[in-house]
């Protein structure tokens, strides 16, 4: 396994999760990090992307103040801080490698990871 996220699960409203995803060391240097998600019935959508610096990232404006990416790259993990979580987040949450911030919000995939379930009921 490449990519390999965690951390998902079931909350309510106005609560939060954290999730990480662990990738192996030769995707994750120089790799730009992304989180996407899937809700039922409607396509992939990016969330949010870090580069491999950790400088420099990127949100939908859904979850713009709400959600924080963050990577240690000693760790080779990327991380969701998702606060403030709403029933419309409900979805599957993937984890992604790309060359760039800009790649990963045009849906310019490298790798992608297993996905991890988030509901927010209300």
């Known amino acids: 396994v490449q990519l390999q996220a965690s951390g998902g699960g079931s909350v309510q409203t106005g609560n939060s999760l954290s999730l990480s995803c662990t990738a192996s060391?030769?995707?994750?240097?120089?790799?730009?990090m992304g989180w996407f998600r899937q809700a039922p019935g409607k396509e992939r959508e990016f969330v949010a992307a870090?580069?491999?610096?950790?400088?420099?990232?990127s949100y939908a404006d859904s979850v713009k103040g709400r959600f924080t990416i963050s990577r240690d790259n000693a760790k080779s993990t990327v991380y969701l801080e998702m606060n403030s979580l709403k029933p419309e987040d409900t979805a599957v949450y993937y984890c992604?490698?790309?060359?760039?911030?800009?790649?990963?919000?045009?849906?310019?995939?490298?790798?992608w990871g297993h996905g991890t379930q988030v509901t927010v009921s209300s």
């Open positions: 870090v580069n491999w610096v950790g400088a420099s990232k």
């Open positions: 060391a030769g995707i994750f240097s120089r790799s730009a």
């Open positions: 992604a490698a790309g060359s760039s911030t800009n790649n990963l919000r045009l849906g310019r995939i490298t790798y």
